[in-house]
């Protein structure tokens, strides 16, 4: 099983709303991935965990904030979006770092 | 840096075509490589992967084979249906990222 399950599918938000996405994978792995993809453009590296703790932060700004509770579970905090944030927003999964990264099907995200 | 690049989009076929999506990279060492696909409004899957030169990956009738002489992914289909629609990315593994390329859609027209 390679699955990696996001929620919620679709978030309208405005600039001033506090919104979460999630991210639940049960394959053991210990690296995970929050990426932005906007149209018809590769994703995006945002983030890496790897065993819990934050690796890598791409010069996010800190409009998103990600959390990693426990190996399965990935969150990304929002807080004051601008309507440029406006993408498909997808998470993913590693045995390790460097190992092969399975995504989610992400969440599309509109900040009104 | 490390590097990849497609051959650019979109291409348009007939169904039951033979299918070529030209992908080759620039890296140091000997990187993973990957072929992903997305469908309209989904994210992204795996559709295949070679580790080592000369590997050949294949999934679903795909083929791509990794070659080191040539620094190319090449990807393959003897035989395109309505179904394979969507955006093809190349990509390969370096330190902590994936390095992708700006992906190639597919149209297949019945």
């Not at chain 2, 030169?53 to 009738?61: H, I, Q, T």
């Amino acid at each position: 099983d390679t699955e990696v399950t996001q929620t919620p599918k679709h978030l309208v938000m405005g600039m001033t709303n506090k919104k979460s996405l999630k991210c639940e994978q049960h394959m053991g792995h210990r690296a995970m991935y929050w990426y932005k993809q906007k149209a018809k453009k590769p994703p995006e590296l945002m983030f890496v965990y790897s065993y819990e703790k934050l690796s890598i932060n791409e010069s996010v700004p800190s409009r998103f904030s990600p959390e990693c509770p426990n190996s399965s579970l990935l969150n990304l905090h929002l807080h004051a979006l601008q309507p440029e944030d406006s993408a498909l927003y997808l998470c993913a999964s590693s045995r390790v770092i460097r190992d092969t990264q399975y995504f989610g099907p992400g969440t599309r995200l509109t900040v009104l | 840096g490390d590097s990849v690049t497609q051959m650019e989009g979109p291409v348009t076929l007939s169904e039951e075509a033979f299918l070529t999506i030209n992908c080759t990279y620039t890296a140091t060492g000997y990187p993973s490589l990957f072929w992903y696909v997305q469908y309209p409004g989904e994210g992204l899957q795996l559709l295949l992967k070679a580790t080592k030169a000369d590997d050949k990956g294949s999934n679903k009738g795909f083929e791509a084979t990794y070659r080191k002489e040539t620094t190319s992914f090449h990807l393959e289909k003897g035989s395109v249906q309505v179904s394979d629609s969507a955006v093809y990315f190349c990509a390969l593994n370096s330190n902590y990222q994936l390095i992708w390329g700006a992906g190639t859609k597919l149209i297949i027209k019945p």
